[in-house]
């Protein structure tokens, strides 16, 4: 039974490496796949090798213990693991992934899988968002932190979600002058929302640190805000939102902005896995138990991949996820650790729901997305060519809307606009996200390279 | 509370053909119903390569291939959209001497259907087709036969249906077919019950379980053709390409991807079907042999569909052997989007005449024993 177990782990984030670690630790040897080069996935990306040796307080700030210990865990299991980094997962079939490593594609079997496989930036098209000059909040993230480069020398912030101070300060911190930080959520709304908070105190007080730290710094924070548009020619150069009844505008000369962040579904979905809709997450997620089992005997989820949790959930779901995968499988597991993970996963989850409480989506953004505006930018469809094929009664479904309009048939395969157009579809029908269903996978998941060669062919 | 309609055709499935044959019986006036269980166009005739295309058929298809060529080139004052419908011409490429001379054949054999066909060997082919260079030693064109975009066409020919009076109901299986006394019943579910004088079986891949429920069972098989798509790359490519003998085919859309096919995908279940690993890699490889504008390029999606194919590769058209007022249309094996709206029409004259000006014998279902 043990030998025939070649369980198989999509994503080195804190959720796949401690799902690989529990497995170990039951004497099993997982695959490992991840595209990064380094483990340690969104938030604890390491910096490429070589080259950037700026110490970890500085790339992980807070976070900088808890990155250490999850890249020291990678490192601990690192000869028991067959650990493949650089490898994008594009399909899956009938129990089998297609593996793309430099160039060469492989299929691999897999008996259980467990998907890891995280989120990225959800946001919502607003005029001027094509320019050059707006980031994704987790992009300018990312650039700041590993390309070592800022997106702009004054840069203001937008949107929701913890990432939004998060980012801001990291930004001040690193000598960039913060045009401003513009919060979606009216300040009446995130004071209802501390109570639930108090669920998890030093997060809470990281979170208000943040804020505070940024006024201390001279920053403006303006709440309840919808953005009009980002201008300039060729290049940011202002930002102007409604703000009450007025308007601000601030010179910058780039822009992040996020509405929180979307889970990467795609893999779950091709492996047949049962979808419902997240009124919380407002999306369709693959159905699961607590702890991680979907509708595929034999499939898990763990982490932001099944519904967005934050790090320190992801830690627990990994581990969570591995030991029901081992239970499934008839072997033994320690049920007081499962009991501890189990009550763990439940207090992350309500302080999840307070938290999606002080930074809610904005729901009324999408209905003033103006017609002419691009919204996928892949396949060059506007916001009111989506619209029309709903008002017109043409399309009552994504799917359809997508046949008709090609809105999410582009290289990010709706990955980035999948949300908005949702959004904006049932907009247009007068009905909520929910019921105008969700966009079907399709594999390749993400390009693939035409010259993409089988492994038995690539070796001589 | 179930509701009633009382009509004088109803139609089970709004593919092209189910479509297109609403949409000429309401030209002719008679009262129509057409039930399609996903939604209209949304199958086989949405997600199929867009191939329109007479050259390679079968002589006995060229004449409904004739008409159908006509209702293309009218698309727009049916339809009310052109459908990214373009006559590039379709090349069919020969790697060999002997595959030229099975083109000349055919070219030979198909003379007098009217498709114009035209051999182009060595360097005349060289010149007039730089971008294919010396993959193939000639090719045959076909100047009218072009492409169009599937997903647009063929909702397009249930919704103009509609606009003429038809009753179309997406998202409503039938569940149930019976004769009542000269009348056939629909059911789908508890919601809605249809009576007709007549019935069009154009379920597509799925058209024999009506034929069942007559008792004519059929020998149908479901198969899947795998496509997949590049990004958009610069226009290098107008005609619609084929290959003598089968294998990789390709297309250049007016935003620049290119469309290929080959191989096939396998079923999820008899309502779904996806791509297999193995057919796409193969098919990358031999599109970027053909065409090596593309190597640098991604495939950014792949996908299939589900197809009903007969033995002989040739579809069923014309009336049930069981039952009077009862029409068949499906089977039309990979290549039933060029001559679907053709179908249609030919459907609706059935209806009205009991015959029609389109030679359907080849297509009689009596050509298949009837399989137990
Ligand atoms: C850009 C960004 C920045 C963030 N920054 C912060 C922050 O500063 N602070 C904070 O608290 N939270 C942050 N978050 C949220 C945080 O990252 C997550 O809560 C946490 O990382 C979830 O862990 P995970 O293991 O579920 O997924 P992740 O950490 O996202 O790991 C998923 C991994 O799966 C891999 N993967 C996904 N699909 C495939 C595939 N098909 N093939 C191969 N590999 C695949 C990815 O490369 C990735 O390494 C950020 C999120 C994003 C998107
Ligand atoms: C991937 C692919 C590529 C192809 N490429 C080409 C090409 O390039 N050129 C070409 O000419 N042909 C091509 N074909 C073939 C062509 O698409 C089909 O022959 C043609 O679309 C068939 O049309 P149809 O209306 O009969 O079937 P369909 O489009 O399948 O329509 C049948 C409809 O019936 C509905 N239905 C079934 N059962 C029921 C029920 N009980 N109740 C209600 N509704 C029901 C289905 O939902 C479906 O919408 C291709 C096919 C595929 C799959």
Same mark, same amino acid.
């Given at each position: 039974?043990?030998?025939?177990?070649?369980? =198989?782990?999509?994503?080195?984030?804190?959720?796949?490496?401690?799902?690989?670690?529990?497995?170990?630790?039951?004497?099993?040897?997982?695959?490992?796949?991840?595209?990064?080069?380094? @483990? @340690?996935?969104?938030?604890?990306?390491?910096?490429?090798?070589?080259?950037?040796?700026?110490?970890?307080?500085?790339?992980?700030?807070?976070?900088?213990?808890?990155?250490?210990?999850?890249?020291?865990?990678?490192?601990?299991?690192?000869?028991?693991?067959?650990?493949?980094?650089?490898?994008?997962?594009?399909?899956?079939?009938?129990?089998?992934? %297609?593996?793309?490593?430099?160039?060469?594609?492989?299929?691999?079997?897999?008996?259980?899988?467990?998907?890891?496989?995280?989120?990225?930036?959800?946001?919502?098209?607003?005029?001027?968002?094509?320019? $050059?000059?707006?980031?994704?909040?987790?992009?300018?993230?990312?650039?700041?932190?590993?390309?070592?480069?800022?997106?702009?020398?004054?840069?203001?912030?937008?949107?929701?979600?913890?990432?939004?101070?998060?980012?801001?300060?990291?930004?001040?911190?690193?000598? =960039?002058? =913060?045009?401003?930080?513009? %919060?979606?959520?009216?300040?009446?709304?995130?004071?209802?929302?501390?109570?639930?908070?108090?669920?998890?105190?030093?997060?809470?007080?990281?979170?208000?640190?943040?804020? @505070?730290?940024?006024?201390?710094?001279?920053?403006?924070?303006?709440?309840?805000?919808? $953005?009009?548009?980002?201008?300039?020619?060729?290049?940011?150069?202002?930002?102007?939102?409604?703000?009450?009844?007025?308007?601000?505008?601030?010179?910058?000369?780039?822009?992040?902005?996020?509405?929180?962040?979307?889970?990467?579904?795609?893999?779950?979905?091709?492996?047949?896995?049962?979808?419902?809709?997240?009124?919380?997450?407002?999306?369709?997620?693959?159905?699961?138990?607590?702890?991680?089992?979907?509708?595929?005997?034999?499939?898990?989820?763990?982490?932001?991949?099944?519904?967005?949790?934050?790090? %320190?959930?992801?830690?627990?779901?990994?581990?969570?996820?591995?030991?029901?995968?081992?239970?499934?499988?008839?072997? $033994?597991?320690?049920?007081?650790?499962?009991?501890?993970?189990?009550?763990?996963?439940?207090?992350?989850?309500?302080?999840?729901?307070?938290?999606?409480?002080?930074?809610?989506?904005?729901?009324?953004?999408?209905?003033?997305? $103006?017609?002419?505006?691009?919204?996928?930018?892949?396949?060059?469809?506007?916001?009111?060519?989506?619209?029309?094929?709903?008002?017109?009664?043409?399309?009552?479904?994504?799917?359809?809307?997508?046949?008709?309009?090609?809105? @999410?048939?582009?290289?990010?395969?709706?990955?980035?606009?999948?949300?908005?157009?949702?959004?904006?579809?049932?907009?247009?029908?007068?009905?909520?996200?929910?019921?105008?269903?969700?966009?079907?996978?399709?594999?390749?998941?993400?390009?693939?390279?035409?010259?993409?060669?089988?492994?038995?062919?690539?070796?001589? | 509370?179930?509701?009633?309609?009382?009509?004088?055709?109803?139609?089970?499935?709004?593919?092209?053909?189910?479509?297109?044959?609403?949409?000429?019986?309401?030209?002719?006036?008679?009262?129509?119903? *057409?039930?399609?269980?996903?939604?209209?166009?949304?199958?086989?005739?949405?997600?199929?390569?867009?191939?329109?295309?007479?050259?390679?058929?079968?002589?006995?298809?060229?004449?409904?291939?004739?008409?159908?060529?006509?209702?293309?080139?009218?698309?727009?004052?049916?339809?009310?959209?052109?459908?990214?419908?373009?006559?590039?011409?379709? *090349?069919?490429?020969?790697?060999?001497?002997?595959?030229?001379?099975?083109?000349?054949?055919?070219?030979?054999?198909?003379?007098?259907?009217?498709?114009?066909?035209?051999?182009?060997?060595?360097?005349?082919?060289?010149?007039?087709?730089?971008?294919?260079?010396?993959?193939?030693?000639?090719?045959?064109?076909?100047?009218?036969?072009?492409?169009?975009?599937?997903?647009?066409?063929?909702?397009?020919?249930?919704?103009?249906?509609?606009?003429?009076?038809?009753?179309?109901?997406?998202?409503?299986?039938?569940?149930?077919?019976?004769?009542?006394?000269?009348?056939?019943?629909?059911?789908?579910?508890?919601?809605?019950?249809?009576?007709?004088?007549?019935?069009?079986?154009?379920?597509?891949?799925?058209?024999?379980?009506?034929?069942?429920?007559?008792?004519?069972?059929?020998?149908?098989?479901?198969?899947?053709?795998?496509?997949?798509?590049?990004?958009?790359?610069?226009?290098?490519?107008?005609?619609?390409?084929?290959?003598?003998?089968?294998?990789?085919?390709?297309?250049?859309?007016?935003?620049?991807?290119?469309?290929?096919?080959?191989?096939?995908?396998?079923?999820?279940?008899?309502?779904?079907?996806?791509?297999?690993?193995?057919?796409?890699?193969? *098919?990358?490889?031999?599109?970027?042999?053909?065409?090596?504008?593309?190597?640098?390029?991604?495939?950014?999606?792949?996908?299939?569909?589900?197809?009903?194919?007969?033995?002989?590769?040739?579809?069923?058209?014309?009336?049930?052997?069981?039952?009077?007022?009862?029409?068949?249309?499906?089977?039309?094996?990979?290549?039933?989007?060029?001559?679907?709206?053709?179908?249609?029409?030919?459907?609706?004259?059935?209806?009205?005449?009991?015959?029609?000006?389109?030679?359907?014998?080849?297509?009689?279902?009596?050509?298949?024993?009837?399989?137990?």
């Amino acid at each position: 039974m043990t030998r025939a177990l070649s369980p =198989v782990i999509v994503g080195a984030g804190p959720a796949g490496i401690r799902a690989a670690e529990a497995l170990v630790a039951a004497g099993l040897r997982p695959v490992l796949i991840d595209e990064a080069a380094r @483990g @340690g996935g969104q938030i604890y990306r390491q910096p490429p090798d070589g080259g950037f040796t700026r110490p970890k307080t500085a790339l992980y700030g807070t976070e900088a213990a808890k990155a250490d210990a999850v890249h020291r865990a990678l490192d601990r299991i690192r000869d028991r693991v067959d650990y493949r980094p650089r490898t994008l997962v594009w399909n899956c079939e009938r129990g089998a992934l %297609d593996l793309l490593c430099d160039g060469v594609t492989d299929t691999i079997p897999y008996g259980p899988l467990i998907l890891a496989t995280g989120a990225t930036d959800r946001v919502l098209p607003f005029p001027g968002w094509t320019l $050059p000059g707006v980031f994704t909040l987790g992009g300018s993230q990312v650039a700041l932190k590993f390309q070592g480069c800022a997106i702009g020398r004054r840069v203001a912030f937008l949107g929701t979600g913890p990432l939004l101070y998060l980012v801001a300060c990291q930004y001040l911190k690193a000598g =960039v002058e =913060v045009a401003g930080v513009f %919060d979606t959520t009216p300040q009446t709304v995130q004071a209802r929302a501390l109570p639930g908070m108090l669920r998890d105190p030093a997060t809470l007080a990281k979170g208000l640190a943040l804020v @505070g730290w940024l006024r201390l710094h001279g920053v403006p924070v303006h709440h309840g805000i919808r $953005p009009i548009a980002v201008e300039g020619e060729g290049r940011v150069r202002a930002l102007r939102v409604r703000h009450g009844a007025g308007e601000i505008a601030v010179e910058c000369d780039a822009v992040a902005f996020g509405l929180g962040l979307r889970s990467e579904t795609q893999l779950a979905d091709l492996a047949g896995c049962a979808f419902r809709f997240d009124p919380m997450d407002r999306a369709w997620l693959p159905v699961r138990d607590t702890a991680g089992r979907t509708s595929v005997p034999g499939l898990y989820i763990a982490g932001d991949g099944g519904g967005i949790a934050g790090a %320190d959930a992801a830690e627990l779901a990994g581990e969570r996820a591995a030991r029901a995968a081992l239970e499934d499988a008839g072997l $033994p597991v320690d049920a007081a650790r499962v009991a501890w993970l189990d009550r763990r996963l439940a207090r992350v989850a309500a302080f999840r729901r307070a938290l999606n409480a002080a930074f809610p989506f904005p729901q009324d953004w999408a209905a003033t997305i $103006p017609d002419d505006l691009m919204l996928c930018r892949c396949e060059g469809v506007s916001a009111g060519t989506l619209r029309g094929v709903g008002q017109r009664g043409e399309a009552r479904e994504i799917n359809r809307a997508k046949a008709l309009t090609r809105v @999410g048939m582009g290289r990010c395969q709706g990955r980035v606009c999948g949300a908005a157009a949702a959004e904006l579809l049932a907009g247009a029908l007068g009905v909520g996200p929910d019921a105008v269903g969700r966009l079907r996978a399709q594999p390749p998941i993400k390009p693939l390279p035409i010259t993409a060669t089988p492994v038995q062919e690539a070796t001589p | 509370m179930t509701e009633h309609i009382h009509c004088d055709v109803a139609i089970v499935g709004g593919g092209i053909v189910g479509g297109s044959a609403a949409l000429f019986l309401r030209e002719m006036g008679f009262s129509v119903t *057409l039930l399609e269980r996903d939604w209209c166009g949304a199958k086989a005739s949405g997600v199929n390569f867009g191939g329109v295309r007479r050259q390679g058929r079968p002589l006995e298809q060229l004449p409904l291939s004739q008409r159908a060529h006509a209702i293309w080139g009218r698309l727009p004052e049916l339809l009310g959209t052109d459908a990214e419908y373009i006559r590039s011409g379709h *090349l069919k490429l020969a790697r060999s001497e002997a595959d030229l001379d099975s083109l000349i054949a055919y070219k030979e054999r198909s003379a007098g259907f009217g498709l114009d066909l035209e051999i182009i060997a060595g360097d005349a082919f060289r010149r007039r087709f730089p971008a294919l260079g010396d993959r193939a030693v000639g090719g045959s064109l076909c100047p009218e036969d072009g492409h169009a975009n599937p997903r647009l066409v063929s909702p397009a020919f249930a919704r103009a249906a509609a606009a003429r009076g038809a009753i179309v109901r997406e998202q409503t299986p039938v569940d149930r077919v019976s004769r009542d006394g000269d009348r056939f019943v629909l059911v789908s579910g508890d919601a809605l019950e249809v009576r007709a004088r007549v019935l069009l079986n154009t379920a597509g891949a799925w058209s024999h379980r009506i034929a069942t429920a007559f008792d004519e069972p059929v020998p149908l098989e479901s198969l899947h053709p795998n496509m997949a798509v590049t990004e958009p790359l610069p226009r290098f490519l107008d005609v619609n390409i084929g290959v003598e003998g089968g294998g990789v085919y390709g297309r250049q859309v007016p935003r620049g991807n290119m469309v290929v096919g080959g191989g096939r995908g396998f079923a999820l279940d008899p309502d779904r079907a996806r791509p297999q690993r193995d057919a796409v890699l193969t *098919l990358m490889r031999d599109a970027a042999e053909l065409f090596p504008q593309i190597a640098k390029a991604h495939v950014i999606r792949c996908w299939t569909g589900v197809e009903g194919y007969t033995p002989d590769r040739n579809p069923i058209i014309g009336p049930s052997r069981t039952t009077p007022n009862l029409f068949h249309a499906f089977g039309f094996s990979g290549a039933g989007f060029q001559i679907g709206p053709a179908v249609g029409e030919a459907l609706a004259e059935l209806v009205r005449d009991g015959r029609s000006t389109a030679p359907l014998d080849a297509f009689r279902i009596d050509r298949f024993p009837p399989t137990p």
